[in-house]
Nanobody
Framework: QVQLVESGGGLVQAGGSLRLSCAAS????????MGWYRQVPGKQRELVAH???????HYADSVKGRFTISRDNAKNTVYLQMNSLKPEDTAVYYC??????????WGQGTQVTVSS
């Protein structure tokens, strides 16, 4: 059974930082591309950052230079370091693990709220 458990969300002032963590089980983590997505009410879920099994990364334009995705294969964990947070970063953040079929396994989500 696949489980993705996010942690690290919360309330922070604009300009502050948070680090999200996602602990994975039930998958061969080392070979699995991982990603972070976010969603606000009334909008589609959007990709924030992605990291391949080899460590290559991709970021949404809106977070480039502020967010960093990383992975620790020894801990089956993917991280999202978020710096210089803005109120528009407020969303529920979801961890995703790529399935062989091309779709994703999803975590339960963690709320990030950035106050102005």
């Amino acid at each position: 059974q696949v489980q993705l458990v996010e942690s690290g969300g919360g309330l922070v002032q604009a300009g502050g930082s948070l680090r999200l963590s996602c602990a994975a089980s039930g998958i061969i983590f080392t070979f699995t591309p991982m990603g972070w997505y976010r969603q606000v009410p009334g909008k589609q879920r959007e990709l924030v950052a992605h990291i391949t099994s080899g460590g290559s990364t991709h970021y949404a334009d809106s977070v480039k230079g502020r967010f960093t995705i990383s992975r620790d294969n020894a801990k089956n964990t993917v991280y999202l370091q978020m710096n210089s947070l803005k109120p528009e970063d407020t969303a529920v953040y979801y961890c995703a693990a790529r399935r062989p079929a091309g779709d994703n396994y999803w975590g339960q989500g963690t709320q990030v709220t950035v106050s102005s």
